[in-house]
């Protein structure tokens, strides 16, 4: 039986910065031989609303085991959808391509248009991988246990073929974690907790894990009160806004708005 991680170029390794996709890259590295096909890139699309450590992860992979292609969403000349390749030193640390889409759309995304997913992740990678080949694999680093999220991505019409390793490994969230363990590259988020993966303040995580974020880290709010109060709208109309959901998490309180559905930036 083919070894699920040893993929045929060209193909795109979708990096999200996170221990999944993380685990998922050093097993395509090893299945390879120790070095990547000059035709399988590994891709990173940076909304600058990451936490700062994982933007120094990708930065530890990308030096010891593999380059790292840094995209950007911008706008090109005439003012449409692009995209542009930054790295470590050059990157965005304070929303600004996702402010970018935003101003382009004229109004927030919310869990039933999440065009953030799309423009600044799907499209962008898609954009560059294009000029290489009208045709490529892209990987995700979906597990085995997340089944739900692999059969509803791989039920995606799309021309872009779709892989799963992890999950067609059987690679689960124990596999993941052990391998990280006590490991010296190890992602090494606050409170050594994955809600602070991805967009840290992202409007698809539950109530109760923003709250939380916000006790630690109120700062990484101030990004999402500022996108609503410019334009004058909520991010999620099925519970309270940004600000104050910066304020109630210094309360004694107890929220429960539950979690909404996933989007594709997998940790």
């Not at 059987?170 to 090494?188: I, N, Q, T």
């Not at 999620?236 to 998490?249: E, F, G, H, L, V």
């Amino acid at each position: 039986m083919k070894n699920p991680y040893q993929i045929e170029g060209p193909a795109v390794v979708s990096f999200s910065g996170g221990r999944s996709s993380g685990f998922m890259l050093w097993n395509i590295i090893q299945a390879h031989g120790g070095t990547l096909p000059e035709d399988i890139k590994v891709i990173f699309c940076n909304t600058g609303l990451e936490h700062h450590e994982t933007y120094e992860f990708i930065h530890r992979i990308e030096e010891n085991w593999c380059p790292v292609i840094w995209l950007e969403y911008c706008l090109d000349e005439d003012n449409k959808h692009s995209f542009k390749v930054v790295d470590y030193e050059t990157a965005s640390r304070e929303g600004e391509p996702f402010e970018t889409v935003i101003k382009k759309k004229k109004y927030l995304p919310n869990p039933v248009t999440r065009f953030c997913t799309q423009e600044m992740k799907i499209k962008l990678s898609d954009r560059y991988m294009k000029l290489i080949s009208e045709e490529y694999t892209n990987c995700v680093g979906l597990r085995a246990d997340e089944q739900r999220r692999v059969s509803r991505l791989k039920g995606r019409r799309t021309k872009i073929e779709v892989l799963a390793p992890m999950a067609d490994s059987g690679h689960s969230r124990e596999d993941v974690m052990f391998f990280w363990d006590h490991h010296p590259l190890d992602l090494k988020l606050p409170l050594d907790s994955n809600i602070f993966g991805n967009c840290v303040g992202c409007f698809l995580k539950g109530y109760g894990k923003l709250e939380s974020i916000a006790r630690e880290e109120p700062e990484q709010m101030d990004w999402w009160i500022r996108m609503e109060s410019e334009t004058s709208q909520p991010f999620r109309i099925d519970r309270p806004n940004y600000s104050q959901i910066k304020a109630n998490a210094h309360m004694q309180l107890a929220f429960d708005f539950g979690d909404t559905i996933d989007c594709f930036c997998t940790d």
